[in-house]
């Protein structure tokens, strides 16, 4: 079974409108942590935002938060005033304690309409 | 400012040589990760030591592949012999993780493009 699913391999979005990256993860261990990435065409792995899964709050970094729903198992990121630098791969990744290892998604690629 | 430096950045090469691959992670991390990116696969985890003690290589070809860690400031995957399906961009990333805690999220470096022909 797949740990991490990101469903939507592209998303559009117009400049200066919010947009939301879906995530699902898959774990029996209670202590976790949810992570995402940027990818730009670059290359480079840029963290973004972390979420552990005892935090009370959305994981907040600037115009990146994280609406994180336990229940559901859900960690979407979520961009507010998209700029055209935003446009890039994004992965949502998590770390189970028990297990040590770190799990990424497949990536949902964001365009960043001007 | 600290960063995970990757060598070489691009390396082209022909079937059946050998390729080393080196990474060396932040300084004071104690967990070294080896990825494989390529379109079709995404990133795969091909392996990844905690205290320069490798936990899991199962993600690596095992006949061609190794991973090592002769030392805390210096991460080696090699190849060999390479094949072109190999050709992908590897990743190395660092962090601090503790066993009761999570510590560092993962820092990447810019990884190595390798081609073989």
């Known amino acids: 079974a797949q740990k991490i699913t990101q469903t939507q391999p592209g998303m559009f979005v117009q400049e200066k409108e919010a947009v939301t990256l879906d995530c699902t993860y898959d774990?029996?261990?209670?202590?976790?942590?949810l992570f995402w990435y940027k990818q730009p065409s670059s290359g480079e792995m840029i963290f973004l935002i972390y979420?552990?899964?005892?935090?009370?709050q959305n994981a907040t970094e600037g115009r990146y938060s994280l609406n994180f729903q336990k229940a559901r198992k859900s960690a979407n990121l979520v961009i507010s005033a998209s700029q055209l630098g935003d446009s890039a791969m994004y992965f949502c990744?998590?770390?189970?304690?028990?297990?040590?290892?770190?799990?990424f998604g497949t990536g949902t690629s964001l365009t960043v309409i001007p | 400012d600290a960063r995970v430096t990757q060598t070489p950045r691009d390396k082209v090469t022909e079937m059946g040589q050998e390729v080393t691959m080196r990474c060396q992670p932040i300084?004071?991390?104690?967990?070294v990760f080896w990825y494989r990116q390529t379109m079709m696969q995404g990133l795969e985890l091909l392996a990844y030591?905690?205290?320069?003690?490798?936990?899991?290589d199962s993600g690596m070809p095992k006949d061609r592949f190794s991973a090592e860690m002769p030392d805390a400031t210096l991460a080696t995957l090699k190849i060999q012999p390479s094949e072109p399906r190999d050709s992908a961009v590897y990743f190395c990333?660092?962090?601090?993780?503790?066993?009761?805690?999570?510590?560092?999220?993962?820092?990447f470096g810019q990884g190595t493009r390798l081609t073989v022909v």
């Open positions: 990333a660092s962090g601090f993780w503790d066993r009761g805690g999570f510590g560092t999220e993962a820092f």
């Open positions: 774990t029996s261990d209670p202590s976790y942590g």
């Open positions: 979420q552990g899964s005892y935090d009370q």
């Open positions: 990744a998590m770390r189970e304690v028990t297990g040590n290892q770190f799990y």
């Open positions: 300084l004071g991390h104690n967990t």
């Open positions: 030591f905690r205290n320069r003690a490798p936990l899991d």
